[in-house]
């Protein structure tokens, strides 16, 4: 055999292990009420607050995620009329104490809406960045929407694709 030959046979199983998993289209949401929270109102003509936030909450939809509670660990920096900028982890827990770790970023931008009052579009990104346990390899990114079904409350809704 010639060392063509000997290259093959060593390298043919390693691209079969190294071949990658297919990524599943995903989606999810979750309503997730808030626990904590540390605001700064400025005092300026600004409107703007930094807030501070840990809200708790229950997966539904379709993924690994689905099912499993989440802990949104934000930081919120908005200018109301303007625009924002939050960002933070997400930390999803399976029943079986398995964890996947989601870092997000929101661009938060105020649009003319209806009757001349502001409407405000939150969209962003998600990827996954950690896990533990059955949720330890799990890979994925997608996109991320936050809408708003009361003065506290956030609902997530994030599409997108993971592989374990």
Same mark, same amino acid.
């Given at each position: 055999?010639?060392?063509?030959?000997?290259?093959?046979?060593?390298? !043919?199983?390693?691209?079969?292990? /190294?071949?990658?998993?297919? !990524?599943?289209?995903?989606?999810?949401?979750? $309503?997730v009420?808030?626990? +904590?929270?540390?605001?700064? #109102?400025?005092?300026?003509?600004?409107?703007?607050?930094?807030?501070?936030?840990?809200?708790?909450?229950?997966?539904?939809?379709?993924?690994?995620? !689905? @099912?499993t509670?989440?802990? +949104?660990?934000?930081?919120?920096?908005?200018?109301?009329? $303007?625009?924002?900028e939050?960002?933070?982890?997400? +930390?999803?827990?399976?029943? #079986?104490?398995?964890? !996947?770790?989601?870092? %997000?970023?929101?661009? /938060? $931008? =105020?649009?003319p809406?209806?009757?001349g009052?502001?409407?405000?579009?939150?969209? @962003?990104v %998600?990827?996954?960045?950690? @896990?533990?346990?059955?949720?330890?390899?799990l890979?994925?990114?997608g996109? =991320?929407?936050?809408? =708003?079904?009361?003065?506290? #409350?956030?609902?997530?809704?994030?599409? @997108?694709?993971?592989?374990?």
């Amino acid at each position: 055999m010639g060392s063509f030959g000997k290259v093959s046979a060593v390298a !043919a199983p390693l691209l079969l292990i /190294a071949y990658p998993l297919q !990524a599943e289209p995903v989606k999810f949401e979750a $309503v997730v009420a808030q626990k +904590e929270a540390v605001r700064l #109102d400025f005092a300026d003509s600004s409107k703007r607050f930094f807030l501070l936030v840990r809200r708790e909450g229950k997966t539904e939809g379709q993924g690994p995620l !689905a @099912g499993t509670s989440v802990q +949104e660990y934000g930081v919120h920096d908005v200018v109301p009329g $303007v625009g924002g900028e939050p960002h933070g982890y997400l +930390e999803f827990t399976a029943a #079986d104490g398995s964890k !996947a770790y989601v870092k %997000w970023e929101i661009r /938060a $931008v =105020f649009v003319p809406g209806p009757e001349g009052k502001p409407k405000l579009l939150d969209n @962003g990104v %998600w990827q996954v960045v950690g @896990g533990t346990g059955k949720l330890e390899r799990l890979k994925g990114a997608g996109t =991320f929407r936050l809408r =708003f079904p009361g003065p506290t #409350d956030r609902r997530f809704v994030m599409e @997108g694709e993971l592989v374990q």
